[in-house]
Nanobody, 119 residues
């Protein structure tokens, strides 16, 4: 059974920082791309940042210079360091990963973690 579990969300004041973590576990052969997406109330889910297995990163324009995505040494963990947070960053943040398992490649989502930025 495959799982993606996020942690690190919470309530923070504008200008503050949070670090999100996501760990993939289960019968996984390998992981290629991992990323973070977010969904604010009444809005569509949007890309925040992605990172390949080789370390190539991609960011939404709205978070460039403030957020940093990275992979752990074991490659089954992805982090999102969020600095200079703004109220508009308030959303549920979802971890996403392309996983190779016994039946092939699947795209998997975590359950999400709430980030709330107060003004």
């Amino acid at each position: 059974q495959v799982q993606l579990v996020e942690s690190g969300g919470g309530l923070v004041q504008a200008g503050g920082s949070l670090r999100l973590s996501c760990v993939a576990s289960g019968s996984i052969f390998s992981i290629s791309n991992m990323g973070w997406y977010r969904q604010a109330p009444g809005k569509q889910r949007e890309l925040v940042a992605t990172i390949t297995s080789g370390g190539t990163t991609n960011y939404a324009d709205s978070v460039k210079g403030r957020f940093t995505i990275s992979r752990g040494n074991t490659k089954n963990t992805v982090y999102l360091q969020m600095n200079s947070l703004k109220p508009e960053d308030t959303a549920v943040y979802y971890c996403n990963a392309n996983l190779w398992i016994s039946v092939g490649q699947i795209n998997y989502w975590g359950p999400g973690t709430q980030v709330t930025v107060s003004s």
